[in-house]
Every structure is written in C-alpha cells, then in structure tokens.
C-alpha cells in the first residue's frame, strides 16, 4: 500500500492538471459483442487481452490458442492476430490497447521497466491463470480503470495520473501472474492445430513470393482441400486471407520504417503482383491510401 501512495504522489508532480485525451489507452471491460474480425495488428499500442467466458480459438503470428476463461494474451504492437469465434456461442473478453511512450517516463522515474519486457522480449505469450486470485484483482483494476476511462470521456478530460496508477497496478499483476503460473503453451496440440501452424508458419516465411494453395499443400505434403479446409476451421478464415494479411503488415512496417522507398518497390517487396492490385487493397483494408497513411504514421513521429 505505501508504494502505491508514494506512486501516487510521484505521479500527481510528474503531471500537472488535468488534460485532454488523445487515445494513448483505450479499455474495454467484459465485452460480449461478437463481431467480424480481420487480422490485425496496433503498431503504437501493446495489447492486454483477458477472456473471461464463452469459445474462443486465437490467432496469434503463427500460433493457435484455444482459450480458457481466465487465459491473458500478451501483444506487442506489431504481432499480427485475430479471435476466431462462433456468433452463435457466448464470447466475453476485457482488452486493453496501451501506449509504452505513454507510460515509459512513469515507469523509468521508479525503476520498473521490466514491466514492459514480456512485451518487449517475447512478442506475444499466453498466461493461464486458471482464475486465481490474482487473476480475479487484476479483472478488479481492469474494472476501475474503464469506469475512469468512461468518466474522461463523458466528461472530456481526463486525470492522466490516476490513468498511469492503474495501468502499472494492471502491469504489476500481469508480472505476478506470469511469475505465479509461469508462461505458458496449451497442452498437447491436436494435428488439426499442428497442420494449421505449419501452413501458418510457412506463409510467414515464404508470404513475399507468389503462394497459391496448391504450392503450400505441396510444400508441406499435405492435400490442397485438407490445407483449405483445416486453416478456415482453425484461424476462421481463409488461407489467401491470412496471406494477405501478411503482406498488409509487412507494407505498413515498410511505409514508416523505410519513408523514401517507393511504394512500388513496397508493393513488389511484400509480394503483391502489380501496383495496381496494390493499391486497391491498401485503400480497401486501411481506409486511405498508402501514402496517405506513410504522411500520417510520419507525421505522428
């Protein structure tokens, strides 16, 4: 308790008044909606993702876990992932989307950036808590902190030290809960889940060259319709999607990593056939253009 009132007083000195939100955390606590999902990834943001009932199998880079309620994912920004999920079936999750700039002077100040390093160090990891006790405080502070993140947004202000108190309480158990149950994978994996990381795995290594279903069945000897069949039921959607997936993530990394590479040779590297193709895609999954996106991501820096 003490440090949390030291931690208090620390952050109430480091930031002063009260400020406007722009987005540098967004929560959701105990969501039920079921909705359509695309692949995806947040380049700015690390993920915490706590599933608390119902079915679901997630997606993660090229691995596929069937959660059970109390199971937390941890993301980085750049993990490509996606639920798959039954509409028809229960599904009920609290997620939080955070910013390390947003939270790393805090953390520097006391001496706590190894919270940061299960993000930094492993990418993506699954942490079974089984619903102990403390995963139970951790839904507890998740809880207090959307009710604080619906009050700045009712109210259009927002108290930036209470915000950065809970979220490194929230940190401060993820790091118990990893030490307490260890990291760690499902047990052992069904073939269907094998095959599907394999093909999964093997359009991560090989998504720049041109791959059609009939190539990737062959490399991994396995029959066309069972590679179709096994990665829809798996991932829920196709494995052409998951291609292209790949691809879109690459392309975005490329916009702002390299700014003065042609959009040409993006498109050629990442493995689409014309610019053309290219380009409709971009605009089709992101909403804009992909120059519009490399000024904005630039912009942003």
């Not at 915490?48 to 880079?61: E, N, Q, V």
Request: aromatic share 10%; proline share 3%; with cysteine.
């Amino acid at each position: 308790m003490l440090f949390l009132v030291n931690l208090d007083i620390l952050l109430v000195n480091h930031l002063k008044g009260m400020v406007s939100l722009d987005e540098p955390l967004r929560v959701g606590y105990r969501t039920s909606k079921n909705e359509e999902y695309d692949y995806h990834s947040h380049p700015d943001h690390y993920e915490i993702y706590f599933f608390h009932a119902g079915s679901c199998r997630y997606l993660i880079h090229n691995q596929i876990f069937d959660l059970i309620p109390g199971d937390l994912l941890l993301m980085d920004g750049m993990t490509l992932h996606k639920p798959n999920i039954n509409p028809n079936k229960e599904y009920v999750r609290s997620v939080i989307h955070f910013s390390p700039q947003w939270i790393k002077s805090v953390l520097l100040e006391i001496d706590s950036m190894y919270l940061l390093e299960v993000f930094e160090r492993l990418h993506h990891c699954l942490i079974r808590t089984k619903e102990n006790n403390e995963s139970k405080y951790l839904e507890d502070v998740i809880h207090r902190l959307y009710q604080k993140k619906i009050e700045a947004i009712r109210n259009n202000t927002v108290n930036e030290s209470e915000l950065k108190i809970l979220l490194i309480q929230i940190l401060i158990s993820v790091h118990h809960l990893g030490q307490l149950d260890s990291i760690k994978l499902p047990d052992r994996k069904t073939d269907k889940l094998v095959h599907s990381e394999k093909i999964a795995e093997y359009i991560q290594v090989n998504y720049k060259n041109k791959l059609s279903l009939n190539g990737i069945a062959e490399a991994l000897n396995l029959s066309k319709s069972y590679v179709s069949h096994v990665f829809k039921e798996m991932t829920g959607f196709t494995v052409m999607e998951y291609v292209m997936g790949c691809r879109l993530n690459q392309v975005k990394y490329l916009l702002e990593m390299e700014p003065h590479k042609p959009l040409k040779d993006i498109a050629y590297e990442c493995g689409f056939e014309s610019v053309s193709h290219f380009s409709r895609f971009f605009r089709e999954k992101v909403g804009i253009t992909a120059k519009r996106y490399r000024h904005s991501r630039l912009d942003n820096n």
